[in-house]
């Protein structure tokens, strides 16, 4: 077995990515590279990067909260679309998520308590024509808690409608 690969990755046919297997297990991290790091894949982590910065530890744990889902936010509103889910202090927590129908939006995690604005939090990600995926996103080391993800849909006459791949944390 390759290291970093559960065995649930191998049964699903999962090797880097996800087609499909949200079963709950720990299906890989985000990937984290630093400046001069190797961002590595899902199952691998990543190597260190120069300036201080490290790519994702292949001895850290992953943990998915959520994969695969369909997500829909209505035009003009925010909205905090998964969670609350806890994670312990000093953990990174990272989203896959895509859109193909060019949304105007932002995400972002927010601490439970917060406002569900994606355009504020952790690890913001923002596009006016989203036509792809946008992945590996992670937070960096957070205190211990409950955290959500949220989405604010800037279109003015259609839902925004992405589709999370996966959301979790990393320790």
């Known amino acids: 077995m390759v ?17 499909g297997c949200s079963d709950g297990e720990h299906l890989g991290g985000p990937p984290v590279g630093g400046a001069g ?3 590595g894949s899902r199952a691998t982590g990543g190597t260190a990067g ?6 994702g530890a292949a001895g850290a744990i992953p943990h998915v909260w959520v ?11 925010s909205a905090c679309v998964e969670g609350p889910y806890y994670s312990p202090s000093g953990a990174n927590l990272f989203y896959d998520i895509s859109d193909t129908v060019n949304d105007d939006m932002a ?9 569900c604005d994606g355009s504020t939090g952790y690890g913001t990600i923002s ?45």
């Not at 972002?108 to 406002?115: P, T």
């Open 67 to 77: 994969a695969n889902v369909a997500l829909n936010v209505p035009p003009g509103y």
């Open 3 to 19: 290291k970093g690969l559960t065995r649930s990755m191998l049964v699903c046919g999962v090797l880097v990515g996800f087609l």
């Open 37 to 39: 790091g190797n961002a």
């Open 50 to 55: 120069g300036a201080g910065a490290a790519g």
């Open 107 to 115: 995400v972002s995690i927010v601490a439970n308590g917060n406002a």
């Open 127 to 171: 596009s006016t024509n989203w036509t792809s995926g946008a992945s590996g996103f992670t937070t960096g080391a957070l205190p211990g808690g409950a955290y959500l993800l949220a989405i604010t849909c800037y279109n003015v006459a259609y839902d925004c409608t992405p589709f999370l791949s996966v959301f979790g944390y990393q320790q």
